[in-house]
């Protein structure tokens, strides 16, 4: 049974202008073909954010960037040739050929796969368990109806982006004993990027969206010691001790906590059964993501902000554009763009998407998030440092009017209905009104570089939202007084003042 994914066309493909062919490619085409190709349709967002981490990894390779060379420079300089000569169809077979076999998904050691598992587990976890959004086991049907009784079989393709899903944001908690030695164990820890948002920049076409996702490696980095999974002389000691990541290329495909294996059908296209259980017993150590915003919380832990799909994608420009964006999370600028204002040619087209999973850090899994700027990683703050902090002072005006306006809904329905201040219908209806309009209304000022009084814009959008949430209001003396006396908080609240000694 074979499924080779470096030719298989698993990977969804949107051509350049100028350019067609298939609308899904293997890797090798992937890779050879980058510059012909606008960008990848494949979804859902977590898996694109997975397959981008394993083909900044595998362009790395081919072109020699897995190394830093001479200096920082020397790599910089070695990049921008590849942006302008494309990628060696020759490089990417001389790579890709003598591995073939460990980029097989049904293989003799498939492709981020565990073989022993068939032995090492008593029973497999069933197909629905390995498809993110169907029910499994006693779970509630939510979304189709799948039974364990009468599954449905996946094809290759959904089942391999769902296997990158399950190895970068799978759950924590309890999953199926596997005996590894003498060690028989029934849990495992989350995946490296659960809960969390990443930050991808993306150019006009798939060699400059690889390109600039690839950070410099430290000088002291060798290929030899930097390894993939699939370049690893054999599979990995379940029971040895963590450690920490040589290079760019480990910390990108590293970090795993689950180990999978996929079971085709008879014809070798499909998906009958799955095997899904812990992969390490030591907590893997933190791979240092080069595509997270690390920001850290009142205890002083560092953490990476989370996938949130109810914030918009602008609330966080500044903290991508500035190196020390300030704010009570004190955020860092993703490591990926440090590199970016070097890459002078394209810096005027390129844009940043945001992909993530909403989720608890053990098992609950609530919505795929993926949002894209226009392009403006032109103002960043190495190229335009006045313009980037101008962004960022009409972010703090539109979080601020629209803090506010929470604010004051809350208090006029409380006082209306004799309740303590909390979440209320007016809360949620303010929120859809204000923060749409507002992200147009920063997007614009963005556009047209005006920043000239623009807090004035997102008070008179809070006043008008606020009048109309409240608009419904019961007419009668008391609740249109004590609107009134909300409305104030849009401005700051009651100021207090001192009583003078008599």
């Known amino acids: 049974m074979s499924y080779p994914l470096t030719t298989r066309p698993w990977i969804g493909v949107r051509w350049a202008a100028g350019h067609s062919g298939p609308s899904g490619l293997g890797l090798r085409d992937v890779l050879a073909h980058s510059r012909n190709l606008a ?20 362009i790395a390779r081919v072109t020699g960037l897995d190394e830093l060379g001479e200096d920082r420079d020397d790599w910089l300089d070695r990049r921008t040739e590849v942006l302008g000569s494309g990628v060696d169809p020759g490089r990417v077979d001389a790579y890709l050929e003598p591995l073939a076999e460990r980029f097989d998904l049904f293989g003799p050691r498939p492709f981020l796969q565990d073989p022993r598992l068939a032995e090492q587990c008593p029973k497999p976890a069933g197909v629905n368990k390995l498809i993110f959004g169907r029910s499994a086991g006693n779970n509630q049907v939510w979304f189709g109806h799948h039974r364990d009784t009468a599954p449905h079989f996946p094809g290759a393709v959904e089942a391999a982006l769902n296997l990158l899903i399950w190895l970068y944001y799978g759950p924590s908690g309890r999953c199926a004993s596997r005996t590894a030695g003498s060690t028989t ?9 659960r809960t969390s948002l990443s930050y991808h920049p993306e150019g006009a076409n798939l060699l400059e969206t690889l390109l600039a996702g690839l950070t410099p490696p430290e000088s002291t980095v060798r290929r030899t010691a930097d390894l993939c999974p699939w370049e690893l002389p054999g599979l990995p000691d379940p029971l040895e001790a963590p450690s920490a990541y040589p290079g760019v290329c480990s910390r990108l495909t590293g970090g795993w906590q689950h180990a999978v294996l996929l ?3 008879s014809g070798g296209e499909k998906v009958r059964d799955a095997y899904i259980t812990w992969a390490r017993r030591g907590k893997q150590p933190r791979t240092e993501d080069a595509y997270l915003m690390w920001q850290i919380s009142q205890q002083e832990n560092i953490y990476p902000r989370p996938a949130d799909s109810g914030r918009a994608l602008w609330r966080d420009l500044d903290a991508l554009l500035l190196k020390e964006p300030g704010g009570s999370a004190r955020p860092h600028r993703p490591a990926v763009l440090n590199s970016i204002p070097e890459l002078e040619d394209i810096l005027d087209r390129l844009s940043v998407r945001a992909l993530g999973f909403e989720q608890d850090g053990k098992t609950k899994d609530i919505q795929f998030v993926s949002a894209t ?28 009017y629209g803090k506010r306006l929470e604010w004051a809904v809350k208090r006029a329905w409380a006082a209306i209905t004799n309740t303590s201040v909390g979440d209320c219908p007016w809360t949620h209806q303010a ?36 009048d109309g949430v409240t608009r419904d209001a019961p007419p009668t003396p008391h609740a249109m007084k004590v609107v009134e006396e909300a409305r104030l908080e849009l401005y700051g609240g009651r100021r207090r003042t001192r009583r003078n000694a008599a």
Not at 380 to 388: D, K, S, V, Y
Request: glycine share 4%; no cysteine.
């Open 373 to 400: 700027t226009p392009a403006v990683l032109n103002a960043i703050e190495e190229r335009e440092p006045h313009n980037a902090r101008r962004i960022g002072d009409l972010r703090v005006a539109g979080e601020r």
């Open 263 to 265: 079971v085709p059908d």
């Open 39 to 58: 960008s990848l349709t494949v979804g859902p967002p977590p898996a694109l954010s997975a397959l981008y981490r394993l083909l900044y990894a595998l």
């Open 431 to 466: 929120a859809a009104l204000y923060w749409s309009d507002a992200e147009e209304l920063f997007w614009s000022r963005v556009h047209e570089r005006d920043f000239a009084q623009a807090w004035r814009d997102f008070r008179n959008l809070a006043e008008s939202t606020f």
């Open 185 to 193: 164990a029934a849990d495992m820890s989350a995946g490296p990027l």
